[in-house]
């Protein structure tokens, strides 16, 4: 949104820092407080969900390899139950996120309508409404995750480390010592990978927006291109903005893929210490098998 300054939307307040991004969601998520407490309420639960069902295998496996066949009933209805009420609470949170999604985003798009509207005429000699279009409507589309879910799912996955974190050092007090540290090093990877990313995909939705603003103003004026003989230097230019736009989209998705195959890469390598703990302490007789699956399985959810 580096296009559109936010205080043109929010006069008053500060461009940089947690404080613009603070109150940018709390001027269009407001007006829907009550739709946004339950979506939270919803992932929340989802998020409890997730941390329960493992205890309840845990439970299963214990018991099956001790031999008591009588409890095996009930931990294999509360998975079922565990899964399906999961599964529901997450069908239902994504039909909120939409809901809260467009409805902040459309309120989004009518204030940079609006905005645009009101600027001088050298604003628009320098934009062509093409691009505007592009910035207006696709730029603010981008945004519709960070209003819908982004906030609650970073509170709510924050909550989900931390929790199994907990649960690690409370089974073994060295398995959650070293998966605390594999967990920072993908934060501090992660961040390091964003930094990259970032600036490239901003230069790509400049390109992007600068095509849509290059179409829409030689389509419109097509007649004056025929009539003056230009629709070679048309093509032209549509090439050049085409080669543009491949070289900055392949850098962004090259940047969005290392991001993806380095915390790939270490996920692999924290799930197979997590499994070689697991395994080691079972076989030290330190852990019971239900143990050993646990750990293994909350060092897979971290990812």
Known sequence: MSFFTLPAVMPGH???????????????????????????????????????????????????????????LTAAGLFIAFSIFQQVFQVAATYASQSVSWSATNRLRADLARHC?????????????????????????????????????????????????????????????????????????????????????????????????FLEERISGAEELRATGSEAYAMRGLFIRLRNLIDKRRMAWVSSSLAFSSTHLIYVVGYAAGLAMGVTLFLRGEASLGAAYLMTYYVGMLA
Not at 21 to 47: C, D, E, H, N, S
Not at 151 to 160: D, P, S, W
Not at 196 to 210: D, F, G, M
């Open 14 to 72: 500060p461009t940089t820092g947690f404080h613009q991004y603070w109150t940018l969601l709390a001027r269009y998520l407001k007006p829907q407080t009550g739709r946004v407490v339950g979506m939270a309420f919803l992932l929340l639960a989802g998020i409890a969900l997730q941390l329960g069902n493992p205890q309840v295998i845990r439970y299963f496996l214990d018991k099956a390899q001790s031999g008591q066949t009588g409890p095996l």
């Open 117 to 213: 509207l009101r600027l001088d005429l050298p604003f628009h000699q320098r934009h062509t409404p093409g691009e505007l279009i592009e910035r207006i409507d696709g730029d603010v589309t981008g945004l519709a995750n960070f209003f819908s879910e982004f906030a609650v799912r970073l509170l709510g996955n924050g909550l989900l480390v931390l929790g199994i974190l907990a649960l690690l050092f409370r089974e073994n007090a060295s398995v959650g010592g070293v998966i605390t540290v594999y967990t920072l090093v993908t934060l501090a990877a992660m961040n390091w990978i964003q930094r990259i990313a970032i600036p490239r995909w901003k230069v790509e939705r400049q390109a992007s927006a600068e095509l849509s603003g």
